[in-house]
């Protein structure tokens, strides 16, 4: 059971907008920063988001990231068949002193 | 470019040890916080532990007590000390650079496979 909670899947057509939830708790979500990262079947995961919001070079406007309270989101516009991989969320969790993740969303593009 | 090169993974039995290296180049090692975080097969991501440029480090509950992380800045080099390992501690393992503060990675390994088998 993981600390941060994810929907197990989500789904949307191309060219739509679909958005990924995670749930916390201010041990971790509430107080502290979130990053987001991509996983394809079988590489390495990449950063999305950093800081709630922030996007790293390279990372297109497509993705955004956002924060309340105890639940942060991963927003994705303009869905490509090419987003279809594994999101994950995390954070640091300050009553554990340890970086939780969240269990991962597979997300299909339909 | 940032490069992370994992190495030291294999088939170990139950209750056995092993060392994971993790070669940094590309981008100035000692000024940077590192992680550890693995994936057992078809499993999500799970933290292993970090350790700060100086002093903090940090375990998962799950390895606490049988894991021990290190680095050596003048080989540009992090460590993972894995003792009294168990079926569950299968996993690719990944070696991440931490972007920040708050510990995220933004620049991982290719990861190394550990499998824990009699």
């Known amino acids: 059971q993981s600390v941060l909670t994810q929907p197990p899947s989500v789904s949307a057509a191309p060219r739509q907008k679909v958005t990924i939830s995670c749930s916390g708790s201010?041990?971790?979500?509430?107080?502290?920063?979130v990053s987001w990262y991509q996983q394809f079947p079988g590489t390495t995961p990449k950063l999305l988001i950093y800081?709630?919001?922030e996007r790293p070079s390279g990372i297109p406007d497509r993705f955004s990231g956002s924060k309340s309270d105890t639940s942060a989101t991963l927003g994705i516009t303009g869905l490509q068949t090419g987003d279809e991989a594994d999101y994950y969320c995390?954070?640091?969790?300050?009553?554990?002193?340890?970086?939780?993740f969240g269990g991962g969303t597979k997300l299909t593009v339909l | 470019e940032v490069q992370l090169v994992e190495s030291g993974g294999g088939l170990v039995k139950p209750g056995g040890s092993l060392r994971l290296s993790c070669a940094a180049s590309?981008?100035?090692?000692?000024?940077?916080?590192m992680n550890w975080v693995r994936q057992a097969p078809g499993k999500g991501l799970e933290w292993v532990s970090s350790?700060?440029?100086?002093?903090?480090?940090y375990y998962a509950d799950s390895v606490k007590g049988r894991f021990t992380v290190s680095r050596d800045n003048a080989k540009n080099s992090l460590y993972l000390q894995m003792n009294n390992l168990r079926a569950e501690d299968t996993a690719v393992y990944y070696c991440?650079?931490?972007?920040?503060?708050?510990?995220?990675?933004?620049?991982w390994g290719q990861g190394t496979l550990v499998t824990v088998s009699s």
């Open positions: 991440a650079r931490a972007g920040g503060s708050t510990w995220f990675s933004d620049h």
């Open positions: 590309g981008f100035t090692f000692s000024s940077y916080n």
């Open positions: 350790i700060a440029l100086h002093t903090y480090i």
């Open positions: 201010s041990s971790n979500i509430g107080n502290h920063y």
């Open positions: 800081d709630d919001n």
């Open positions: 995390a954070t640091w969790d300050s009553r554990l002193s340890a970086v939780v």
